[in-house]
């Protein structure tokens, strides 16, 4: 009896992902739980393992396809691969003849994008319309004609199909380029930012933070902090302590926008970016609020392993409410991060560098400073609460004791 | 027969429970279906649908013979009927049903227990056996799928010889002069419709002031038309207070339903015919908690899961459409969603058939539904008349309504009265499961000559561009 590979719950809101590789060929052996193909989407890359023991009998997505949640990827047969059925090395994806198979899996064989199946209605709106691709809202992402309606209806940039075929003519090959097709996560990256600006009235705000006071704590507690935590104690706690605070006390900064209301959010989960080879990612850190120095620099941790393995989720990345990214691992003295949306401010870490700063007995001291930024949403955050924000996590990071005390 | 254990133990062998049974044990569960009847099949397929439907193709053979072969030139002099080899068809149908579904559970290796289940813990069930005997049965998952009953009249007891129920009405042994249909919904029709072709003179007396209330008005008013030309008699916005028993009659009395002069009707035989109601008698759900609503329904959520984990209900007991396809939907649907898939019923997309002749057929919102909830919508109609194969075989009554919505032509609902109009709403239903616009089943390519093609033409009605109106 052959089993299904299909596609899983790929997360809230993520229909379809992309076939990257397959691991196994068909004919090769596979074990139960065993590594058979790898799925991209906009934002996660993931594993799809073997549903059963057997031989890879089928792979009817081929690197490159788009699949829809659900979708048959391929087919493990028994051992003695049964194929005796007609299949042209599953060269046609949308084949009626895969699904004359004994019902083994309860999934029937479907096409692998329903989101390109129009009803004669749409589809004849489509092509007098010149439409190359519409959301489709049907049974399985099919596109209805009230789709194309909607669609025609709204005319802004979306309806002219950027997608295939050429309304630019093709650049001109040149042995000197390299062309590489953007990575659905970058894809996806690009289409966020674009779409952060667009929207946003955003700006950024500066200060400078001085970490002597900072360093002496974890100076003085990190040894026995790591001790009895069983975790560094990083800069990032205090930094997220220090949001939390300000937070608390500008939640305008913690709200986003929706339609013409503001949604002003009594929770803090505080994304914290990270680099990864394959881009960068932002896992949330829940409820910063009610979590210990060591709790937050755990959490941190643990995602950052995740995400140099590849297995962040879906769920780790979404609903968060505020964003904290730190360009000084990688040396930047001062920039303007952009919005992570639908949040309404970022703030931006930088590089600790030495400089000389004038002391208030109007002595010279070489002090740690670092540059902070908060980039904001101007239309959610006026300018006297984005520069309240940004000092009051200035006071806490040159003075610790003020989050201990709420000050 | 020992205590048993089973994953799955479903009360009631109707629609609903039979095809929960046998999905389930298609899902890898182990099963047992109980039911007190004896042969499954539940109402349906004993003394409902099926017993009806074979009555009704009997009468209408009967009816063609008499009053329309002669249309097409053919004679037969005087046709006349053998009630009692009616009848013995019809039991002959309903047995080979039965028979049907028994085979189902051997071939699916259910457990078939006949008897009257009570739950007595979560979990626990006691079965009385028609034996005499009573055995105990363990359950992972309970599923209830007790049906529902006849609904009494007060005042007009059913005594299944001169008041019947639609029980009875199914083995009258004789054709009465007079019959009296207290109900113009469904049953009261379809019922009423086999005696008048037999040859009772029928009056169908209704409560609410138009016959098959929950159906679209202008259906409902065509329907009304089609069938007092047939010859039946209605008597509208009346409501029957209560019943004399005479040695051979029955006496009822009358009144307008907003009150007013009371009359008397004489009837040989009345059929009471007002609706159904949940069954949960002897179930035992005051042992585990589950208190029926006001009406008598089990409430459920939408996993079909009752307040009690591991016992669900489905079909008629559950309340929703009472009908034997929305039951079995049901019964797949909480199959599959014990098994962790995602069982799902689509009730926006739900047919009802009237087995009247013309039948009636309907799925999704009614035009007083759509101008109640505020919904601009835009309808096509095409009548039978217009349709060449309706008039090649002589049946042009009736006409097919779609109504899509006047901005994105999504179909909303489809209303159909003429000849195999219970088929001919099947393609519209699935049009809606797959969210079609009417143009969509107006492109789509129906054959000709082909009662069909009247769906088509009413879909290119919506957009006022029928070809052949």
């Known amino acids: 009896m052959s089993t299904n590979i299909v596609v899983p719950t790929l997360g809230e809101s993520v229909t379809e992902a992309t076939v990257a590789k397959w691991f196994k060929q068909v004919g090769d052996a596979v074990a139960a739980d065993e590594r058979l193909v790898e799925l991209e989407t906009d934002k996660v890359t993931i594993e799809v393992n073997a549903p059963a023991a057997g031989t890879l009998s089928d792979i009817s997505a081929k690197v490159g396809a788009t699949v829809a949640v659900g979708a048959v990827l391929g087919e493990i047969g028994a051992s003695s691969a049964k194929a005796s059925e007609p299949k042209p090395a599953a060269a046609t994806p949308p084949t009626p003849t895969v699904a004359a198979k004994p019902a083994a899996g309860p999934a029937p064989v479907q096409p692998a994008t329903k989101g390109d199946v129009a009803s004669p209605a749409a589809a004849k709106l489509m092509a007098e319309n010149n439409l190359a691709s519409v959301t489709g809202t049907g049974k399985d992402g099919r596109v209805t004609k009230g789709d194309v309606l909607h669609t025609l209806s709204s005319p802004p940039s979306p309806a002219p199909a950027p997608a295939p075929s050429a309304p630019r003519a093709p650049r001109p090959e040149d042995p000197r380029e390299e062309r590489v097709r953007m990575t659905r996560l970058r894809k996806r990256i690009a289409e966020r930012l674009k779409e952060a600006q667009n929207t946003a009235a955003m700006l950024t705000t500066f200060n400078e933070v001085d970490m002597t006071a900072l360093n002496a704590c974890r100076n003085q507690y990190k040894d026995a902090f790591e001790k009895k935590h069983g975790v560094k104690l990083g800069f990032m706690s205090f930094f997220v302590k220090a949001c939390v605070t300000a937070l608390k006390e500008w939640p305008a900064v913690n709200a986003e926008i929706d339609g013409d209301d503001l949604v002003y959010k009594n929770f803090y989960d505080i994304g914290v970016a990270v680099g990864t080879p394959n881009g960068l990612v932002v896992p949330v850190v829940r409820d910063c609020d009610k979590l210990s120095f060591a709790e937050v620099e755990k959490t941190i941790g643990n995602y950052g392993k995740k995400a140099r393995d590849g297995k962040l989720a879906i769920e780790d990345m979404t609903g968060g409410t505020f964003t904290i990214s730190n360009g000084g691992v990688y040396g930047s003295l001062m920039s303007t991060p952009i919005l992570n949306p639908p949040q309404s401010g970022i703030l931006g870490m930088h590089k600790t560098s030495m400089r000389p700063m004038v002391m208030p007995d109007g002595k010279i001291e070489a002090r740690p400073m670092m540059y902070l930024a908060l980039s904001y949403d101007h239309r959610v955050i006026d300018g006297r609460e984005a520069v309240s924000f940004l000092v009051r996590v200035k006071e806490c990071i040159e003075d610790p004791q003020r989050i201990l005390l709420d000050m | ?469």
């Open chain 2, 1 to 469: 027969m020992a205590d048993q254990s089973f994953d799955v133990v479903v009360i009631g062998a109707g629609p609903g429970g039979y095809v929960a049974a046998i999905r389930a044990a298609q899902l890898g569960f182990s099963t047992a279906c109980i039911d007190r009847r004896g042969p499954p099949g539940g109402t349906c397929l004993n003394v409902g649908c099926i017993p009806s439907k074979a009555l009704l193709q009997s009468s209408h053979h009967y009816e063609d013979a008499n009053h329309h072969f002669a249309d097409h030139g053919i004679s037969v002099g005087k046709v006349g009927f053998d009630l009692a080899k009616m009848m013995a068809r019809k039991q002959k149908v309903v047995a080979d049903n039965t028979k049907g579904v028994e085979f189902l559970f051997k071939k699916n290796k259910i457990t078939y227990i006949v008897g009257e289940a009570k739950i007595t813990a979560p979990g626990q069930l006691a079965i009385n056996t028609k034996e005499g005997g009573s055995d105990k049965i363990t359950a992972k998952h309970i599923i209830i799928a007790t049906g529902s009953d006849v609904t009494p009249l007060p005042g007009v007891e059913i005594d299944e010889k001169q008041i019947v129920s639609s029980t009875g009405a199914l083995e009258l042994a004789s054709v009465p002069e007079h019959l009296v249909v207290i109900g113009a919904g469904v049953i009261g029709l379809e019922l009423g419709s086999v005696w008048h072709r037999l040859g009772a003179k029928v009056t169908v007396v209704e409560y609410l002031d138009r016959v098959l209330p929950t159906n679209d008005g202008e259906v409902s008013k065509q329907a009304q038309r089609i069938f007092e030309k047939q010859g039946l008699e209605f008597k509208l916005s009346t409501k029957v207070t209560g019943a004399k028993l005479g040695k051979k009659d029955v006496t009822l009395s009358l009144e307008p339903a907003a009150g007013g002069e009371p009359s008397e009707l004489k009837a040989d035989v009345v059929l009471v015919a007002i609706g159904r109601r949940p069954y949960t008698t002897n179930l035992g759900l005051e042992n585990v908690g589950i208190t029926p609503d006001k009406r008598g329904f089990i409430p459920v959520d939408h996993h079909f899961q009752t307040n009690v984990p591991g016992i669900y209900a489905i079909g008629d007991v559950i309340g929703g459409a009472m009908l034997a396809h929305k039951a079995e939907d049901e019964g797949v649907a909480l199959a599959e969603i014990l098994a962790g898939q995602a069982g799902h019923v689509n009730y926006n997309a739900i047919p009802g058939v009237v087995y009247t002749w013309p039948e009636v057929a309907s799925v999704g919102k009614s035009e007083e539904q759509l101008k109640a909830e505020g919904v601009e919508y835009k309808a096509g109609k095409f009548p039978f008349t217009a349709n060449s194969r309706a008039r090649a075989n002589g049946d042009t009554d009736g006409f097919v309504k779609i109504l899509a919505d006047a901005r994105t032509d999504e179909v909303l609902g489809c209303h159909i009265i003429g000849p195999s109009a219970g088929d001919l709403i099947g393609e519209v239903v699935l049009g809606m499961e797959f969210r079609a616009a009417a143009e969509d089943i107006a492109r789509t390519c129906h054959a000709h000559p082909g009662l069909a093609e009247a769906v088509k033409e009413a879909a290119l009605g919506v957009a006022s561009r029928a070809i052949h109106l």
